[in-house]
Nanobody
Framework: VQLQAYGGGLVQAGGSLRLSCAAS????????MGWFRQAPGKEREFVAAITPSGGMTTYTDSVKGRFTISRDNAKNTVYLQMNSLKPEDTAVYYC???????????????????WGQGTQVTVSS
């Protein structure tokens, strides 16, 4: 599967952005999806994940209550709505996909099979 993320940009602190990730292939609805981010000089960090049906979501603590992950299986697209953005949210955001899903949360980079190219999010103070 190929993943194409878009929607990043420059926004002031307190603002909002919505990232989208379009996936190729016919089996999107069977994939667990997620978002990671990587800031300059830092390790790649888990942000959010969603089960194939969309029935369960998980978030890293620093974005809970501000970010929302969702998906539209009819459009082969996963979204990340980001509100109340902070300068520390500045990073390249990556869309990821996992072929198999057993009902638990997956938050490690090596647990995902496919990665998109990343989209830059910059939050100014």
């Amino acid at each position: 599967v190929q993943l194409q993320a878009y929607g990043g940009g420059l926004v002031q602190a307190g603002g909002s952005l919505r990232l989208s990730c379009a996936a190729s292939g016919r089996t999107f609805s069977s994939y667990g999806m997620g978002w990671f981010r990587q800031a300059p000089g830092k390790e790649r960090e888990f942000v959010a994940a969603i089960t194939p049906s969309g029935g369960m979501t998980t978030y890293t603590d620093s974005v809970k209550g501000r970010f929302t992950i969702s998906r539209d299986n009819a459009k082969n697209t996963v979204y990340l709505q980001m509100n109340s953005l902070k300068p520390e949210d500045t990073a390249v955001y990556y869309c990821v996909a996992r072929r198999s899903y057993s009902g638990r949360s997956y938050s490690q980079p090596n647990e995902y099979d496919y990665w998109g190219q990343g989209t830059q999010v910059t939050v100014s103070s």
